[in-house]
């Protein structure tokens, strides 16, 4: 069997639950989708590896954890668009500059709001729908600063570290001691990190202690080291205070 079949069977077989079948047997998925026991325990055995699947004390199965993380996920993403929407659009039309919000997914950031000024226009890696690294760029270092040296180790551990740009930082001390000046200074920022001629300043967003996403101002490098730093930070702590009050 291919690779394509495998997974559409795969699938199907998530397909076979609803609030009526909340639980399933080997058999019954066996008879329900008219394939082998043996194939039934192999697509199980991905699906369980995965959380997208988990076994009762039964010896049946129902849907993992995998869906509440995906739910709490999406449900993440619509409540932060709604609470920020305004309050960017806002940031946008005082700076003039492109307002990013980027939130944390796994050990990757994802994209969820990006309001390009009218005026100055840029093109940013941060687009809505597109996953960015958690280690290069401001918008994604404002939330790394926060997941503790586990989620940078990681990051090493598993070989996706790598360099985008001339001043992309690939080194782990490097990194670890950029991400502790970041907690100390409260944001992130970035010049040529991510995006050739970029350059990024990005604060934390948070739920209690817990780090949610970022918001950042980015625009071209000649163009925003020319503007007033500390007024553009102050800006940026204080939409990220009214989106967390807004949650």
Known sequence: MNRKVSTRKTLEILDLYSLD??????????????????????????????????????????????????????????????????????????????????????????????????????????????????????????????????????????????????NTITEKEALLQNLKKIRENGYAESDNELDEGVYTYAVPIFSGTTVLGSLSIAGPRERMIAKDKEALIASLKEAALQIQHNL
């Open 21 to 166: 079948t909340r639980e399933l047997s080997v058999p019954q998925i066996s008879e329900m989708m008219d394939i082998p026991q043996s194939s039934v325990y192999r697509y199980i055995r991905i699906l369980k590896e995965k959380k997208y699947l988990a076994e009762t004390s039964r010896g049946t199965y129902q849907l993992g954890l995998r869906f509440l993380e995906m739910s709490n996920f999406i449900n993440l993403n619509n409540e932060l668009s709604l609470a920020a929407g305004p309050i960017m659009r806002q940031l946008t039309n005082e700076t003039q500059e492109t307002t990013v919000l980027v939130i944390l997914s796994g050990l990757q950031a994802i994209c969820i709001e990006n309001i390009s000024s009218s005026f100055h226009m840029v093109k940013v890696s941060s687009e809505p729908g597109k996953y960015i690294p958690l280690y290069a760029g401001a918008s994604s270092k404002a939330i790394l600063a926060y997941m503790g040296n586990e989620a940078v180790n990681k990051l090493f551990k598993y070989g996706v570290v790598r360099r985008h740009t001339a």
